[in-house]
């Protein structure tokens, strides 16, 4: 499950006050977390983010290991990276739609001029509508880079099954009604508010941590 990096810092606690209101995820709350990062290249995390889709951290690691080692250890450019062809990148590892996603990736850097000022300067939602016109970018892909790439504090991505199982666990709730178990996802994530990211943290490092039943 995502993370970001680095030790616990001695963060003002705001948002264990305001997330502590409701008494179920409280008792999962252990102190503060982590700083969100704000990261640099964010158009190269992207695609690292749809390189790692559907894969084991480990395998993950291995395979974006490779793509580096494509560009002798360092950070490629967009330009260098719509460059390389894609049986290279299949050999390292890449299913055929994903080396296509990461070549899409890179011409819409390239046609878009993309920054990573131009990010930050987006609200949550319009890097959502913006990221998401790439074919192969999806909702939650875009959640995970605002959340642990933009440092952004106000985000819950609803199709996580990661943060679905926490939920189900810890508020006893039934998704055999699809529709009233997103309602109910929503409503719950709302309270949280302006703090949903910092929730999803705590879900996802308690259901990591607590054996299934």
């Known amino acids: 499950m995502p993370r970001s990096n680095g030790t616990p810092a001695a963060e003002p606690v705001h948002y264990q006050v305001h997330l502590s209101k409701d008494k179920k995820l409280q008792k999962i709350i252990t102190g503060p977390l982590s700083t969100l990062p704000i990261r640099k290249n964010i158009a190269l995390k992207l695609i690292g983010s749809i390189m790692s889709q559907q894969l084991s951290t480990k395998v993950a690691d291995v395979i974006y290991a490779r793509f580096l080692n494509?560009?002798?250890?360092?950070?490629?450019?967009a330009q260098q990276i719509l460059d390389t062809p894609a049986l290279t990148l299949r050999?390292?590892?890449?299913?055929?739609?994903?080396?296509?996603?990461?070549?899409?990736?890179a011409a819409f850097v390239i046609a878009e001029k993309l920054t990573d000022a131009k990010l930050r300067k987006m609200n949550d939602e319009e890097v959502i509508t913006y990221l998401t016109q790439i074919k192969g970018v999806g909702r939650w892909t875009v959640e995970m880079l605002l959340m642990f790439f933009l440092g952004r504090d106000d985000i819950f991505s609803l199709d996580d099954w990661g943060l679905q199982q926490a939920m189900i666990k810890l508020y006893k709730l039934d998704r055999d009604d699809k529709k009233?178990?997103?309602?109910?996802?929503?409503?719950?994530?709302?309270?949280?508010?302006?703090?949903?990211?910092?929730?999803?943290?705590?879900?996802?490092?308690?259901?990591?941590?607590?054996p299934d039943k």
């Open 70 to 77: 494509l560009y002798a250890g360092e950070e490629p450019t």
């Open 91 to 105: 050999g390292i590892g890449l299913s055929n739609a994903k080396v296509t996603y990461v070549h899409n990736v």
């Open 180 to 210: 009233a178990f997103r309602d109910q996802l929503r409503r719950i994530s709302a309270k949280w508010s302006p703090y949903r990211t910092h929730a999803c943290r705590y879900l996802w490092a308690w259901k990591d941590n607590t």
